[in-house]
């Protein structure tokens, strides 16, 4: 019993990164439309990035054709966060599982600024563009100047809160995000950073509350409702956390690391048998997990008379 201890409480970490395990072939692709929210037209131009979860480094850009089409082949099999960013709209973040075979298919709207806080600037635009090149003092200075001219809109202080979080100064970050959710209450980004920040700070408790008011709101990044998950079980609210990691396997049937710690809670629950099949899925699914090791020792102590 000791060592089920041991192990399980290895498992208990926010996942922000993982290693990358991919074989030759195993590809496919990305699909999707991008629309507007309130007139139902293409945009076009718009840009797509999509970040490997297992890897950041595997990241790819794209951008939307005159129909608001994108397309992406030779994309390693698995979970990205894709996120669509568009000068005078608002930006969205999700997730999109790749598949071997026919494209993952994502239709995307996006609603503009003016739907949202009238005056939109070029300031935002030039902001977007150093923030993306890692110039982020620089993007401070002209989300600054950009909230100035206009401190109405919600996404030039989520902007500039993701470049104080890109130099470290979290106190900064939180407060932009703080400031971009009161000028729009459904703004699911910033609510999600405050989140992930909270969490990776280890304050669980203030990381739950905005986890779960971003889950309210509609949000379906699987990570999200995976590192939810994590921080109800390190408060140890596993029955919580049990409903969470199975909401997200109903998003992404696949994302095999919510069946490790399913396996998990339902070991705490004395569960043995559905712990059995809910590790040896995992295993299954994916063998070079980082936790596939632990897995089966687990599975190991659980078969011992």
Known sequence: MKIINK???IGL???????LTAFAGSTGAAEGFIIDAQTGEPISKAKITLVYAKSTSIKFELYSDKKGHFYRGGLVVGNYKITVEKDGYMPMESSLRVRLGDATKMDIELDSFESVAPKSTK????????????????????FTEAISENQ?????????????????NMDKALED???????????????SRTAEIYAKQKDFERAIEFYKKAVELGEQDTNTYYNYGICLMNIGNNSEAKSVFEKLLSLDENYSDAYYQLG????????SAKAKELLQKFIDMDPENQNAKIAKEILKSLNLP
């Open 123 to 142: 300031l935002s635009s030039q902001g977007s563009n150093l923030l993306n090149e890692g110039r982020y003092e620089e993007a401070i200075e002209k």
């Open 177 to 191: 995000f703080q400031k971009s959710v009161e000028l729009k209450p459904d703004f699911i980004l910033p609510i």
């Open 152 to 168: 109405s809109n919600p996404v030039f202080y989520y902007y500039r809160g993701g470049s104080f979080e890109k130099t470290g």
């Open 264 to 271: 998990i809670i339902y070991i705490g629950l004395g569960d």
């Open 13 to 19: 970490f926010i996942v922000f990164t993982f290693y």
């Open 7 to 9: 192990l399980v409480f």
